[in-house]
């Protein structure tokens, strides 16, 4: 029997490697995938932008809200005198009453306001005031609150006969009635008003846009275009009708 002979010759077999893959097992790896670092780098860009616009808001909330309490809780309460009998120049006859101002800075610094070397700017805003005293008026002088001679103004003032009150504070705070009367240098309480007191026959009433004031008129809060008419005498004498507003002039 012929043996056959098999003749296996080795060739050599070129294999070729695709420029974007390689061969693992029988699988094929893909190069241009996003590798786990790269994702884990953006998720934590990802996250810092996010915290990053958090931390903007927070910051925005709280400057809102800084303002905000600045203008509400941190508004400054009047100073409340006990005995309104105590402060410098105080007149206490009858009208008709300048301005005091001999001792005008002694009253402010005794009610806790400034003297202030030019008018403020952040808060400005006018009240009328009317006054009734035996049925008569009783006028409100110009310059209550002005040193010319010392060079300086209240932040509650007036500038002319018109009975305009005007107040110009380079704060936002509380002012009232009381405070202007000291500033004035007029006795003024809730039963009196210079050498006025209410007795068996007169009273001393206050009323607000036509509404009465049952509280102390010392703590009336003054605020824009009020018209306040202070009253003085005899039932009989009140008028029938109350000033309940006021015409102010241009740019007041």
Not at 88 to 98: K, M, N
């Amino acid at each position: 029997m012929k043996r056959l002979s098999l003749n296996f010759s080795h060739h050599p077999v070129s294999q070729t490697r695709h420029p974007s893959s390689t061969k693992e097992g029988c699988g094929t790896k893909n190069t241009n995938r996003v590798s786990p670092i790269k994702i884990a780098l953006m998720n934590k860009n990802y996250k810092k932008g996010t915290m990053t616009v958090w931390v903007l808001i927070i910051l925005l909330v709280a400057i809102v809200g800084v303002i905000l309490y600045a203008k509400t809780i941190l508004k400054q309460s009047p100073a409340t005198i006990e005995n309104v009998d105590g402060l410098a120049g105080l007149q206490t006859g009858q009208y008709p009453w300048p301005p005091e101002i001999l001792n005008l800075k002694t009253r402010l610094y005794a009610i806790g306001l400034p003297a202030l070397s030019e008018e403020g700017s952040v808060l400005h805003s006018h009240e009328h005031l009317d006054i009734l005293i035996d049925g008569q008026n009783a006028p409100v002088p110009s310059e209550i609150g002005v040193s010319e001679q010392e060079n300086f103004i209240s932040p509650i003032h007036t500038h002319d006969n018109t009975q305009v009150i005007h107040i110009e504070s380079p704060t936002i705070q509380i002012f009232t009635l009381g405070q202007f009367f000291d500033i004035w240098g007029v006795k003024f309480t809730a039963d009196c008003i210079g050498g006025y007191c209410s007795s068996d026959d007169k009273v001393l009433r206050v009323f607000v846009n036509g509404n009465e004031i049952k509280t102390d008129p010392r703590l009336i809060e003054l605020a824009e275009h009020q018209e306040i008419f202070v009253f003085y005498g005899v039932p009989a004498d009140l008028p029938a009708k109350i000033p309940d507003s006021y015409t102010f002039g241009p740019g007041l």
